[in-house]
């Protein structure tokens, strides 16, 4: 089953991702157009501190017009691994670094549409090492239990896609 690329152009080149539009041909033979936003990969942590809390950030997102419960995450620089990436991110978002950073898994965040690819660390073992954060960002940190964190994740409170699927890939490790 194969899908045939006929044409594709760059409608978009931006900071954080870029958009083609891609003119395919399905294995059945329709023609049809798609935008797909290129992204380079991202990272989001789930740092635990020694009482056994999870850091969350509450960070302004303008898209969705409010301030919403999140893990820290962040978009990985051209190149980087996703490992020195989280621990770039975790410091700039949490001021805290981690001695001990454990991959618990991968997806891509919106395959219909993007090919972001987010790479998930817990972060243990914190200790003060804070980095500057990025001019457009206005958060502010919130250490929860870890249970009232799944708490909060089932009853909707935490409404961030990555973030929910963080917890989920995580659930075995923290609980």
């Known amino acids: 089953m194969t899908f045939e690329i006929?044409?594709?152009?760059m409608v978009y080149k931006g900071k954080a991702f870029d958009v083609r539009r891609e003119k395919?041909?399905?294995?059945?033979?329709?023609?049809v157009l798609l935008d797909i936003v290129d992204h380079r990969g991202a990272v989001t942590m789930i740092p635990v501190d020694q009482e056994g809390r999870i850091i969350f950030v509450r960070q302004y997102r303008?898209?969705?017009g409010k301030f919403l419960l999140e893990l820290p995450a962040g978009v990985m620089e051209v190149g980087e691994l996703p490992e020195n990436s989280a621990q770039r991110e975790v410091r700039e978002e949490t001021g805290m670094a981690a001695e001990k950073l454990v991959k618990v898994g991968e997806f891509y965040l919106a395959p219909g549409y993007s090919t972001e690819y987010m790479h998930v660390f817990l972060a243990t073992q914190l200790y003060p090492a804070p980095l500057p954060g990025d001019i457009d960002e206005v958060l502010s940190l919130e250490r929860v239990?870890?249970?009232?964190?799944?708490?909060?994740?089932?009853?909707?409170?935490?409404?961030?896609?990555?973030s929910l699927a963080a917890?989920?890939?995580?659930?075995q490790l923290l609980e």
Request: zero cysteines.
């Open 62 to 64: 303008h898209p969705a």
């Open 167 to 171: 917890l989920f890939l995580a659930r």
């Open 24 to 31: 395919i041909r399905t294995p059945q033979g329709a023609i």
């Open 145 to 162: 239990p870890i249970r009232e964190a799944y708490r909060l994740a089932m009853e909707g409170e935490i409404q961030d896609a990555k």
């Open 6 to 9: 006929i044409d594709q152009e």
